[in-house]
């Protein structure tokens, strides 16, 4: 079966539910809080809806890929200028979902992501990490053609770091060193590293 063609689409979301009802009992108990109505549609819908997110950021940070057929098909028949999206056109709506995200009712375990298979580059933390980030991100916001990478970086850091648990999968993922010390000091630095970031 060709990629791309419904048949194809409706197969990797079925191997996707299937997956998720392997797990859905064990991701039950990565909440504090007793959650019955967690189910495997649920897990997967929440994880495609984040990967998409991703998906989106990339494509509007990087505008200048005109041979992405996927960021093609999306926008094609579209001036550039009219293209909107309806997370990232309105800061007001990417705040609320960022932070409807962060929510610790909303956060779903680290490997339902998983099936993303996304990549990301391994960081050395240490005491000159956060200025640098900083100066980067100031950049990024005060250039407006310049790619947002780093502001994208921070965004991404902070939604999966929310504790010092968090640093230490991240750790044996090969993700971050750590040389700042404790787990704490790096879940610190994710969590106020996109603060007053538009």
Known sequence: M??????????????CVEAMKLSVEDDKKCYTEEVDNLNKEMLVVDGCFIIELFYRDYLL????????EERNEITKEMPKEEIRDPVFGSHLMLY???????????????RVLDKARFEIPTWSLSNSTEPFLRNL????QCFPGVSC????????????????????VLQKAGIIE???????????????????VL
């Open 2 to 15: 060709p990629d791309g063609t419904e048949e194809c689409k409706f197969a990797v979301l079925e191997e």
């Open 137 to 140: 991100i100031a950049f990024e």
């Open 61 to 68: 940070t990087h505008p200048k890929e005109e041979t992405n």
């Open 96 to 110: 609320t979902v960022l932070h409807d995200l962060l929510l610790l009712a909303n956060q779903l375990p680290f």
């Open 178 to 196: 750590n040389y700042l010390g404790a787990d704490q000091d790096a879940s610190d630095l994710f969590n106020k590293l996109s603060k007053e």
């Open 149 to 168: 990478y780093f502001t994208s970086y921070a965004f991404l850091m902070d939604m999966l770091v929310n504790f010092a648990k968090d640093v230490e």
